[in-house]
């Protein structure tokens, strides 16, 4: 199985992305997904957006990136309701045909 | 220096926009040589462009603004209470969120805006803390109830 390609991003690429990324490397490693997680901001998408899997943010993500690679990483900030954030990343990268 | 001063907390019935709000708290940080008039400015643009309101469990919101840790001299948050609420913009959906509670972060360097992130983070799981904060009439009140998260975070989350 080829590794998924992972990108958490937020405005800066600095605070709120570093806060998502512990929590989300924290949960694969839970659960056994070997990703490749890597951070950025939104110009990163830009250049090289297709190149990701699975796409976590804090910020809203452009139009022109597919948006059924995006997760909204809110909940995992705030607490209520991050169960499912991470169930459906988890379903992201665990489902082979997508 | 505490994280949180006495300087820094505002207390006010009603708010215009987050702009208002944002040059509220900016003007605390000024004065206490916090931070430089262009760390305001740089907050104010990535409110505009990526906005940071937070709709929390219970209706009590709140908003985290922030800037690259650039500009500022010392570390520091400040935290405006605004009874009747602001409207924000909620961080990725775009949408209207009536927010009572702003925390304007100034960090001097990204290791220390994590940390400051991860100290409000924690602070706003707790729906109690907001109501308490909300509710606080002084600010040596909402003193008393920051200090507390001086100490490892308790909850559900250790961040």
Same mark, same amino acid.
């Given at each position: 199985m080829v590794k998924?390609?992972?990108?958490?991003?937020?405005? &800066?690429?600095v605070a709120t992305s570093t806060l998502v990324l512990h929590k989300v490397r924290e949960f694969?490693?839970?659960?056994?997904?070997?990703?490749?997680?890597?951070q950025g901001k939104i110009s990163d998408l830009l250049t090289s957006g297709g190149d990701f899997d699975l796409i976590i943010s804090t910020t809203a993500v452009p139009p022109s990136v597919n948006q059924e690679k995006v997760v909204n990483a809110v909940p995992i900030l705030t607490g209520a309701?991050?169960?499912?954030?991470?169930?459906?990343?988890?379903?992201?990268? &665990?489902?082979?045909?997508? | 220096m505490a994280t949180f001063?006495?300087?820094?907390?505002?207390?006010?019935?009603?708010?215009?926009?987050? *702009?208002? +709000?944002?040059? @509220?708290l900016g003007d605390r940080f000024l004065r206490t040589g916090t931070v430089g008039e262009e760390y305001i400015d740089r907050v104010l643009a990535r409110e505009r462009?990526?906005?940071?309101? @937070?709709?929390l469990e219970g209706g009590i919101n709140a908003a985290i603004p922030h800037a690259d840790p650039v500009g500022v001299f010392r570390s520091g948050v400040a935290l405006g209470v605004i009874r009747q609420g602001v409207g924000f913009k909620e961080m990725v959906s775009e949408r209207d969120v009536r927010v009572q509670l702003v925390f304007l972060l100034a960090a001097d360097s990204s290791a220390?805006?994590? +940390?400051?992130?991860?100290?409000?983070?924690? @602070?706003?799981?707790s729906r109690e803390v907001r109501e308490? @904060?909300?509710?606080?009439?002084? *600010? *040596?009140?909402?003193?008393?109830?920051?200090?507390?998260?001086?100490?490892?975070?308790?909850? *559900?989350?250790?961040?």
């Open positions: 998924k390609r992972v990108i958490v991003i937020c405005g &800066t690429g694969l490693r839970e659960k056994g997904i070997d990703a490749h997680v890597q309701g991050k169960e499912r954030v991470f169930e459906e990343i988890e379903a992201k990268l &665990t489902n082979e045909g997508e | 001063i006495k300087e820094h907390i505002v207390i006010v019935e009603r708010c215009r926009g987050p *702009e208002e +709000a944002i040059r @509220l462009d990526h906005p940071t309101g @937070l709709s220390g805006q994590l +940390a400051l992130l991860q100290r409000i983070v924690a @602070l706003l799981q308490r @904060l909300l509710f606080s009439e002084r *600010e *040596e009140q909402i003193l008393r109830i920051l200090a507390k998260g001086d100490q490892p975070f308790r909850g *559900e989350e250790p961040w």
